[in-house]
Structures are given as C-alpha cells and as structure tokens.
C-alpha cells in the first residue's frame, strides 16, 4: 500500500521569507498524482497545487511552487513571501490507481 | 466551482444515540469519500463510494455504515453512537484521476 510521510509535525516562518515543508511517499506505481493541500482555521481544505508524476516540470502556482524528485519520492512544497494567510495545516497527498493517501501533515505558524 | 455542502458544522450527540452526517455535491462527480480527521492522526478514509448505491470499505469503516441513494448525496451512519467517535468529519468528492474537493467539516461531539 501507498504512504505518505511529512517529517515536519510544525514549522514556523517569518513573513516575507521562504519556506520549504517535506513530503516522501512510497509507492510501485509509475502513474500518479501528487497534491498539497491547505487546511486553514477554518478547516476548509484547500487544494493548493497539484504534479502529474509523468511531468518533469515542477508545478507552480502564484508563490507556491513544489520540487518533485520521483526518484527519491520526494515532493516538497515551497512557499515564497509568506503572509499571515499561509498559516494552517499543510497535508501532501498521493493518489495512484486507487483513493487518495494523505499525510499527517505539517502545522505552519507564520510570524509576523 | 464544484461545492460540496454537508449539512452541520457542529453536532453534539449522546451516546447510544443513531446519527446522520450528510454530504451533498453538486458537480456531479462519481466518486465520493468520508474521513475522519483527528490530531496527529491526520485523515482517516473512513467509506468511499465509485457510484450510486455503491459502497467500499476505507481504513476504519467499523462503527460506520453509508448510503449513496442518489449521485449527488452521499450519507455517513454512526448506528450506535460513542465516545471515542468524536472527531472532526470531512466529506470530499472528485472526479476519476483529479484531487478531491472538500466540504467544510462537521465537528461531532458525542457525549
């Protein structure tokens, strides 16, 4: 079976600076999808960006942006300039054949 | 935007008691799923749902049961309420290869 590690249960960040939260998987599959998703206070989760894991080309979206390396499972998040907004959990996300497997996710507090 | 209502936000419930948690999406998208979600456990598949009046088991379906009568409405049944069933649930649905959209929660307190 799939699973998804988040090595960082809390991470902590300036506003303005940069910050890169971690994510490993483990699968046999060749054909999936990564996502990282946002869960703010408000516990509305949010899909924040998403890599087909047949693209090389690392997805971006605004300041978020990831680094995809497929062979060593590794699919991390970047966010750019981060604001007061960006604080919420953060859960990465596998989805090959079968459902989705979430992470445990990563709590970031940003300060301001 | 496809929008996916469930129909409490809050829910407090004695033990013992049979709840309802309601999931409706207006997308018609096929696939539909139910977590829990509980500090740092993240989130649990609790039952998914590939089509109408169809049902699979997730993670920890025990304690649990569905219904997926119509396309759009899929319900999660706590028969017998208890104690260590306080959580947070989120119902999410999708289409076949994109991410899942989600509602926003119903926190349940059983008591």
């Known amino acids: 079976a799939q699973t998804v590690t988040q090595s960082q249960p809390e991470m902590s960040v300036q506003e303005a600076e940069t910050v890169t939260l971690s994510c490993t998987y483990d699968t046999s599959e060749s054909d999936y999808y990564l996502f990282w998703y946002k869960q703010p206070p408000s516990r509305q989760m949010i899909l924040v960006i998403r890599q087909e894991a047949y693209k090389q080309q690392n997805a971006t979206e605004n300041r978020f942006s990831v680094n995809f390396q497929k062979a060593a499972k590794s699919f991390s998040l970047k966010i750019s300039d981060s604001q007061l907004g960006d604080a919420a959990m953060y859960f990465c996300?596998?989805?090959?054949?079968?459902?989705?497997?979430f992470g445990k996710g990563t709590k970031l507090t940003v300060n301001p | 935007d496809v929008k996916v209502t469930q129909s409490s936000r809050y829910l407090v419930k004695r033990t013992g008691e049979k709840v309802f948690l309601e999931c409706v999406q207006d997308m018609d998208h096929e696939n539909m799923f139910w977590y829990r979600q509980d500090p740092g456990l993240g989130l649990r598949l609790i039952y998914f749902s590939y089509d109408v009046k169809m049902k699979e088991k997730g993670d920890i379906p025990e304690g649990y049961s569905v219904s997926r009568e119509k396309k759009e409405r899929f319900s999660l049944i706590l028969e017998s309420a208890s104690t260590n069933q306080t959580s947070m649930y989120l119902c999410a649905s999708s289409l076949q290869v994109s991410g899942y959209t989600f509602g926003s929660g119903t926190r349940l307190t059983v008591v």
């Open positions: 996300a596998y989805r090959g054949s079968e459902k989705l497997v």
